[in-house]
């Protein structure tokens, strides 16, 4: 079974503050994403990698970077987080091995509120 | 800007019926087609993807694509109380890495 795991299920941070998520995936992905979820929104892509120290912006990358130093870890940095980036943080792996029926699969998601 | 659109509901279906969710895009080039599952403070999982046009069922579950129409459908027949769920429709492109998402569709099956 594939598994995506994030480090945090819920955060509370203040404004201003730099902010770390960290996803990790145990299935040698070679894709990864970080999304966010807020209501009537669904999910925004904010970055995705698909290899090592590959980065590639998503829909709205402003205010966030990324950092993959390694196959199995994506990391999503709010740089000085803002009361706009509250919200549901998704991060997703696939792999280009499944053909046309690339799958991504999520972890379980960090909600972060920032005060 | 390509697009997934998707009506966001709530669909509401009572027990037993077939729901139908729907799903229409705007990029032609789109290849594969994907419908996710989300229950309510958990995140998407893979229910079926459709690449050809025509139906492919699974279970209790056929989603239908029309490439001439660009658009996805997914039937839920026998729905269940546990159905109830935000189904997310999701397009991939051809030669790129991104796949864009629905807002998701609300469904509700009524006991």
């Known amino acids: 079974d594939v598994k995506v795991t994030q480090s945090s299920r819920y955060l509370v941070k203040r404004t201003g503050e730099k902010v770390f998520l960290e996803c990790v995936q145990d299935?040698?992905?070679?894709?990864m994403f970080w999304y966010r979820q807020d209501p009537g929104l669904g999910l925004r892509l904010i970055y995705f990698?698909?290899?090592?120290?590959?980065?590639e912006k998503g829909d709205i990358p402003e205010g966030y970077s990324v950092s993959r130093e390694k196959k199995e870890r994506f990391s999503l940095i709010l740089e000085s987080a803002s009361t706009n980036q509250t919200s549901m943080y998704l991060c997703?792996?696939?792999?280009?091995?499944?053909?046309?029926?690339?799958?991504?699969?999520f972890g379980p998601g960090t909600r972060l509120l920032v005060l | 800007q390509k697009e997934v659109e998707q009506n966001s509901g709530p669909l509401s279906v009572p027990e037993g019926a077939i729901a139908s969710l729907n799903c229409t895009y705007s990029?032609?080039?789109?290849?594969?087609f994907f419908w996710y599952r989300q229950y309510s403070g958990k995140s998407p999982e893979l229910i079926m993807f459709?690449?050809?046009?025509g139906d492919k069922e699974d279970g209790r579950f056929t989603a239908q694509l029309n490439k001439a129409s660009q658009y996805v459908s997914l039937l839920i027949r026998d729905s269940q109380p546990s159905d109830s769920a935000t189904y997310l429709c999701?397009?991939?492109?051809?030669?790129?890495?991104?796949?864009?998402f629905g807002a998701g569709t609300r469904l509700f099956v009524k006991a």
């Open positions: 997703a792996s696939s792999s280009m091995r499944q053909g046309v029926g690339e799958t991504q699969y």
């Open positions: 459709i690449y050809s046009n």
């Open positions: 990698s698909y290899d090592v120290k590959m980065k």
């Open positions: 990029d032609r080039g789109s290849q594969s």
């Open positions: 999701a397009v991939k492109g051809s030669g790129g890495f991104k796949t864009i």
């Open positions: 299935m040698d992905h070679e894709n």
